[in-house]
T-cell receptor, first 112, second 111 residues
């Protein structure tokens, strides 16, 4: 069965650079979620979208923005990167809000 | 993860049963989930339980929910070395779609 696809899988950036992470949900899924997992930490919710509209917002820094496109894929844009942004970024998708979330493999971001 | 608590570490022998425990604080939790994360990998959904259920069994996995005590457990029967991973308990609350995770329990299965 098709799963959530995230790209790139690994990314190395320097401080103050920008990064764009992409997420392709499971076909027919209309809701995407972004989570950030720091080293040794639990995943923390950042933001979610349902039918291309922001549905919920968590601890997403102002330096980050995200959107969901007409084909339901989502992009997380990160600017003015800081060392503390180094983490594993997960995207999850579901068929509708409050439905079971299926996670992608994550993008590992390292900020030097 | 301060609303969801888990013990950090569990070590068992291959073939034994493992029980991973989780407590949560929000009584309006709708669904409770167990995810598995292997080293350097993503989060794999193992199972979930709706808050009006008290037990769910899926092959080697048994989930028990004590809503009065806000306690959730995951029992893995006949634990195998391939079960070694971090197990996260997560809750979704009421009309919200976001998941709140516990800190994760590292399960180590020795031969």
């Amino acid at each position: 069965a098709a799963g959530v696809i995230q790209s790139p899988r690994h990314l190395i950036k320097e401080k103050r650079e920008t990064a764009t992470l992409k997420c392709y949900p499971i076909p027919r899924h209309d809701t995407v979620y972004w989570y950030q997992q720091g080293p040794g930490q639990d995943p923390q919710f950042l933001i979610s979208f349902y039918e291309k509209m922001q549905s919920d917002k968590g601890s997403i820094p102002d330096r980050f923005s995200a959107q969901q496109f007409s084909d339901y894929h989502s992009e997380l844009n990160m600017s003015s990167l800081e060392l503390g942004d180094s983490a594993l970024y997960f995207c999850a998708s579901s068929l509708g809000i409050q439905e079971t979330q299926y996670f992608g493999p994550g993008t590992r971001l390292l900020v030097l | 993860g301060e609303d969801v608590e888990q013990s950090l570490f569990l070590s068992v022998r291959e073939g034994d049963s493992s029980v991973i425990n989780c407590t949560y604080t929000d009584s309006s939790s709708t669904y409770l989930y167990w995810y598995k994360q292997e080293p350097g990998a993503g989060l794999q959904l193992l199972t979930y339980i709706f808050s009006n259920m008290d037990m769910k069994q899926d092959q080697r996995l048994t989930v028990l929910l004590n809503k009065k005590d806000k306690h959730l457990s995951l029992r893995i029967a006949d634990t195998q070395t391939g079960d070694s991973a971090i197990y996260f308990c997560a809750e979704s609350i009421g009309g919200y779609s976001t998941l709140t995770f516990g800190k994760g329990t590292m399960l180590l299965v020795s031969p």
